[in-house]
């Protein structure tokens, strides 16, 4: 009989038994019992100090008034006008100072007829040297350096310096021994100081630059009529001085 059945249903040796079926029954929380401790966060790492300087926070600008605008806009003009006035009208270049003596000594003053020969003996020499456009010129209370100018233009290095010798010599003639100072000498003007009398040796390009003519001439501003000037010797009353009554009779 079992053999039967076992032929009918045959069970493979391999299937396992099923467990039993275990029933749970849910049980009933303790109010007693403590609650389990929450799940602590972790907290956030900090971002590294360069990541945080590479985004730095922006101040707000404030927007300028009606009255800052204005002053603004006059500023950022200002700059732009100078500039194109001094593009249009360049600034004129200054003139150089004239040559003059240059002095370790005061001069003294010379007796007037040692200097009408001198001024006479130069203007002799410059003639025979061949000079061009020979002027003279009586600068007396107008100048601090000298009582006259004598002015002469030569046309080449040579020419100049053969009129500064030829001077020297015509000076020693007339009793004036030059200094060994007296001479002062550029690439474009010979000076000889004379003491009241200081000659000017210019080639044409700087006579016309220092133009001592427009300076020291009778038309210059500087110039001065001689009857203008009083003597200071008491002969001729000051201002506000009342003369005396015998004087006027």
Same mark, same amino acid.
């Given at each position: ?11 493979p ?15 009933k ?15 956030? =790492?900090? %971002?590294?100090?360069?990541?945080? !300087? ?8 404030? %927007?300028?008034?009606?009255?800052a605008?204005?002053?603004?806009a006059?500023? =950022? ?9 001094? !593009? ?5 270049a ?13 001069? $003294? ?7 009408d020969? @001198? ?8 003639? =025979? ?10 600068? $007396? ?14 046309? #080449? ?25 007296? $001479? ?5 003007? #010979? ?7 200081? #000659? ?8 016309? @630059? ?25 002969? #001729?009353?000051?201002a ?10």
């Amino acid at each position: 009989m079992e053999e039967a059945d076992i032929a009918r249903n045959p069970r493979p040796d391999t299937e396992a038994p099923k467990p039993p079926r275990v029933r749970s029954r849910a049980t009933k929380a303790d109010p007693t019992a403590e609650a389990p401790a929450a799940k602590a966060a972790k907290p956030r =790492a900090a %971002k590294p100090a360069k990541e945080a !300087a590479a985004k730095p926070t922006r101040a707000k600008a404030l %927007k300028p008034t009606g009255a800052a605008k204005a002053r603004l806009a006059k500023a =950022a003009k200002a700059p732009t006008a100078k500039a194109a006035k001094a !593009a249009k009208a360049p600034a004129a270049a200054k003139p150089p100072a004239a040559p003059r003596p240059r002095r370790t000594t005061p001069r $003294t003053k010379a007796a007037p007829a040692l200097i009408d020969r @001198l001024v006479a003996a130069a203007q002799r020499s410059l003639e =025979a040297d061949g000079a061009e456009n020979i002027l003279v010129l009586d600068v $007396t209370g107008r100048a601090d350096y000298a009582d006259w100018l004598v002015i002469a233009t030569g046309l #080449v290095d040579r020419q100049i310096q053969a009129m500064a010798t030829h001077l020297d010599e015509a000076f020693g003639k007339e009793g004036l021994k030059l200094r060994r100072d007296a $001479t002062q000498a550029s690439d474009d003007w #010979v000076l000889i100081d004379a003491g009241d009398l200081v #000659v000017h040796l210019f080639k044409p390009e700087a006579r016309r @630059l220092y133009a001592l003519e427009r300076m020291w001439g009778p038309d210059s501003p500087s110039a001065m009529d001689p009857a203008d000037v009083l003597p200071d010797d008491g002969s #001729v009353p000051e201002a506000d001085i009342d003369l005396d009554d015998d004087e006027t009779d």
